[in-house]
């Protein structure tokens, strides 16, 4: 998963257009390279996974705060 955030600012990032164009990626965990389909979580399934990533980061809660657009966590489905 990864967030959308851009700080908070009321625009989203361009990476997330991009995705939004084209969800086809290649991504890089460490030593692990693998290709995925970027998707935006559901609204049933992003509350969840909103836990998770504040766990990791929390200040995508202020961010989010910052803004009145939604800020979309984006799973990475593993191709």
Same mark, same amino acid.
């Given at each position: 998963?990864?967030? %959308?955030?851009?700080?908070? =600012? +009321? /625009?989203? !990032?361009?990476?997330?257009?991009?995705?939004? @164009?084209?969800?086809?990626?290649?991504?890089?965990?460490?030593?692990?390279?693998?290709?995925?389909? %970027?998707?935006?979580?559901? =609204? +049933? /399934?992003? !509350?969840?996974?909103?836990?998770?990533?504040? @766990?990791?980061?929390?200040?995508?809660?202020?961010?989010?705060?910052?803004?009145?657009?939604?800020?979309?966590?984006?799973?990475?489905?593993?191709?």
């Amino acid at each position: 998963m990864i967030v %959308a955030s851009k700080g908070g =600012a +009321d /625009e989203p !990032p361009a990476w997330y257009l991009n995705l939004s @164009a084209q969800p086809q990626v290649e991504v890089q965990v460490k030593g692990d390279r693998f290709t995925a389909t %970027a998707r935006t979580a559901s =609204a +049933d /399934e992003k !509350p969840g996974l909103w836990k998770t990533m504040i @766990a990791e980061w929390p200040a995508y809660d202020e961010y989010q705060e910052k803004t009145s657009r939604e800020i979309p966590v984006v799973v990475l489905e593993r191709a």
